[in-house]
């Protein structure tokens, strides 16, 4: 019989603001922004935090890719999905500039972090849907880069992508789809944990 393959479909990072920050294109990376409210705006009054996380606050301090992959480890899951907590309220960032450089800072940290640390991490990017183009233009980006970041597989042919492995531009068929090609597995049960980053 075969092992049951376990997937963690919904992986949220809490992310060091300080750290996202550091990869802000100039001349946003100049100004300082260090805070959670310096890069993003509020996303409603019941997903506010003060202070610290639970695992910080029981002393495990801040879990970062070792902690994750250990956590994986020694649960049995396969690979995880992450997805952003600092950045759930991009769509209220009312600055079309600053969606742009907020979501390319973002998407580098966690390349940089996360995925190209193990091929068990899964990332879901974040677009700046207040500039369609933009947007567009950040998923040419990550195919370009080979990053694989959702939500979209980087020159699927048939599908997002021309002839010459080229994303498709505005108008064309892009429809999201799950960044892990281990979910669309049928001998595959998907483990939505939530908040799984305080191991």
């Not at 409210?37 to 029981?58: C, K, N, W, Y």
């Not at 742009?100 to 995925?115: G, M, P, Q, R, S």
Request: hydrophobic share 35%; net charge negative; charged share 25%.
């Amino acid at each position: 019989m075969q092992a049951i393959r376990i997937i963690d479909g919904d992986g949220h990072l809490n992310e060091p603001p300080e750290e996202v920050a550091r990869f802000l294109p100039p001349p946003y990376r100049d100004k300082g922004f260090r805070t959670r409210e310096q890069l993003v705006p509020p996303l409603d009054h019941l997903h506010f935090r003060i202070g610290e996380t639970p695992a910080m606050r029981s002393g495990r301090g801040r879990v970062g890719p070792e902690e994750w992959l250990a956590f994986l480890d020694d649960v049995g899951i396969e690979c995880t999905v992450l997805y952003t907590t600092l950045g759930l309220s991009v769509g209220n960032i009312n600055s079309r500039d600053w969606a742009i450089a907020f979501t390319a800072a973002y998407n580098d940290w966690l390349h940089a972090t996360y995925v190209t640390r193990s091929p068990r991490f899964q990332g879901m990017a974040l677009l700046p849907m207040q500039e369609p183009e933009a947007a567009v233009d950040e998923l040419v980006h990550l195919g370009q880069e080979g990053i694989g970041l959702g939500p979209l597989a980087p020159g699927e042919e048939g599908r997002h992508a021309d002839e010459e492995g080229q994303m498709k531009r505005p108008g064309a068929d892009l429809v999201p789809r799950p960044a892990c090609d281990l979910l669309n597995d049928a001998e595959t049960h998907l483990l939505g944990a939530g908040y799984v980053d305080e191991p």
